[in-house]
């Protein structure tokens, strides 16, 4: 049976870890080789902002490691991600560049919404029970070394994903001297933990009964092999959780090193970790916690696999990133039917001028996200909404979309409504989002809001048609569509300059 290799390479906050798959023609794959290494990389960046040319010489010096297995292994496919670490590194570039330089790999720096949206990617490509589970409210709790990813998933569709300062490195290192003074770490971190839970609680959950938590992160391993001494798989109840967390708390971080087989460095994230999950545990009232054994390597590999269609999965992600940004239309009170409507509207203007735009799928989601969130901003200042509009989309994350893609709809919600200034005059305010992204897509968002403009659905559908150098809308309605046909003109403008095509508006009447 045919196969190839490949390596996924994960540069985090705690580790440095590569794992060889084997991927076969039945679009599926196996690991058969890892090596993991512990190094700290975020103590030097959650403490002191950048890492330090100690740390990214250690760095180089196990990505060189990693490059000699793959080469034992032939394998030249291959795709290495940083997190936390170093995407919060005043350093950075310094830090690329010196892999880049010393090593010759390519490690691409992601965003939280990235990382986080890669990590639920692995979960469902490799826990074969996760759909049974989140048939039943769940919560989706991913604990990193600099934050925790909480997702609540509504009978197998997400509703909610957010992100909280919390992670593991970040709370041992913050409190550890506090802990010290008192002698009650557990308590301080207990806590610290529990005030940023509640407030997750209280905006998110208030009467939701949230009956299941599924649970990864990179202390999961550890935890597991405690689990094996309670004779535990990967289903906990409240009272082994229980007995779990009692032991984690009477014993410190040398003697879990010792009893468990870890380094130490790890051994002092267990109780860090766990005190997240009791915390989340207590304030959702959930019945069973599920640890499966899923790290953020397999999310490399499967969302590898997605990326080049070699695996079909039974889940729909890109239901999941519009479920993201419907919650936060619906957070902003924004009209459902409206944005719905528009949505439907931009999306077939879109298709129909594919080969004008030379667009694809990315840019189409990035449209259709921005069409449910272009009129949050009127919930905060109806005077200013498209200006609060982009500034809540760009300081609100969205699962799977990088900083630049999520930049992008920032600005198409904006110039959807304002003028659009030439690339010179704006440059230095995009932020890294593509200017003709954002002109081409806020052209299309712009004639498709105007054609909804009364917010009462007058026209029910649209179909386009390409003659020379018009293109003509024919909206079929029995409504009157004068407010939509006398405000079309100005945004026919707009259009017209970023594609050389004239939009025309004609009214057919329904049937």
């Known amino acids: ?71 034992e292994y032939q394998i030249t496919d291959y795709r290495a991600y940083a997190t936390s670490a170093i995407r919060e590194a005043e350093n950075t ?25 890669m990590n639920f ?34 009978k197998n569709n997400l509703s909610v994903t957010e992100n909280i300062p919390i992670g593991a490195v970040r709370i041992r290192d913050y409190l550890s001297i506090v802990g010290r003074q008192s002698g009650r770490l557990d308590q301080i971190i207990a806590e610290y933990v529990e005030s940023d ?18 649970v990864v992160g990179e202390v999961v391993e550890t935890i597991k092999r405690m689990m094996a001494d309670f004779d535990i798989d990967e289903q906990i109840s409240k009272d082994q959780f229980t007995a779990i967390y009692n032991r984690v708390v009477t014993m410190n971080p040398q003697a879990l090193a010792e009893r468990y087989g870890i380094p130490y460095e790890r051994a002092t994230l267990v109780l860090p970790t766990i005190l997240i999950y009791k915390s989340f545990l207590n304030n959702c009232k959930a019945d069973e916690i599920y640890i499966p054994k899923v790290d ?16 079909v999965f039974e ?44 667009m694809g ?8 996200i921005a069409a449910i969130l272009h009129e949050c901003g009127n919930y905060i200042n109806m005077h200013n909404g498209a200006e609060n509009s982009y500034y809540i989309v760009a300081n609100t994350e969205i699962l799977g979309l990088s900083h630049k893609e999520r930049m992008e709809v920032a600005n198409i919600v904006k110039y959807n409504m304002l003028y659009l200034p030439d690339y010179a005059r704006i440059s230095s305010e995009l932020d890294g989002a593509d200017y003709l992204t954002v002109a081409k897509l ?12 009364s917010h009462l659905q007058k026209i029910e559908d649209i179909s386009v048609s390409i003659k020379d150098s018009q293109m003509i809308i024919f909206a079929n309605t029995y409504e009157d569509i004068s407010l939509e046909a006398g405000l079309f003109e100005t945004g026919a403008d707009f259009f017209e300059k970023v594609y050389g095509l004239r939009p025309v508006l004609r009214q057919k009447r329904s049937v």
């Open 296 to 311: 953020f390597c397999d999310g490399i590999t499967a969302a590898y696999m997605d990326e080049g269609s070699r695996v």
């Open 361 to 368: 799928k990315i840019e189409r989601l990035q449209l259709q």
């Open 93 to 117: 570039e310094f830090i690329l560049d010196s892999i880049k330089r010393n090593v010759h790999l390519l490690v691409q720096v992601l965003s939280n919404s990235e990382q986080r949206y």
């Open 197 to 214: 839970i509640v407030t997750f609680r209280n905006l998110y959950l208030n009467d939701k009964e949230i009956k299941n938590i599924i």
């Open 1 to 71: 049976m045919a196969y190839k290799l490949f390596a996924a390479i994960y540069v985090g906050s705690s580790e440095i870890s590569m794992k060889i798959y084997e991927i076969n023609g039945r679009k599926s794959f196996r690991q058969i080789d890892g090596v993991t290494k512990i190094i700290e990389l975020g103590k030097d960046t959650y403490r002191k902002g950048s890492l330090s040319t100690t740390s990214i010489r250690q760095v180089c010096e196990i990505l060189n490691e990693f490059k000699k297995k793959m080469h």
């Open 121 to 154: 990617k692995g979960l469902v490509a490799k826990y074969k029970n996760f759909h049974q589970v989140v048939s039943k409210n769940t919560a989706f709790v991913d604990v990193g070394a600099g934050s925790v990813q909480i997702s609540l998933f509504d």
């Open 442 to 453: 806020a052209a299309i968002l712009r004639i498709a809001n105007i054609l909804d403009k």
């Open 315 to 358: 889940h729909d992600f890109t239901e999941d990133i519009l479920a993201s940004a419907y919650s936060i239309s619906k957070r902003y009170k924004c009209n459902r039917s409206h944005v719905e409507r528009t949505s439907d509207i931009a999306l077939k203007i879109f298709d129909s001028v594919k080969k004008i735009h030379g």
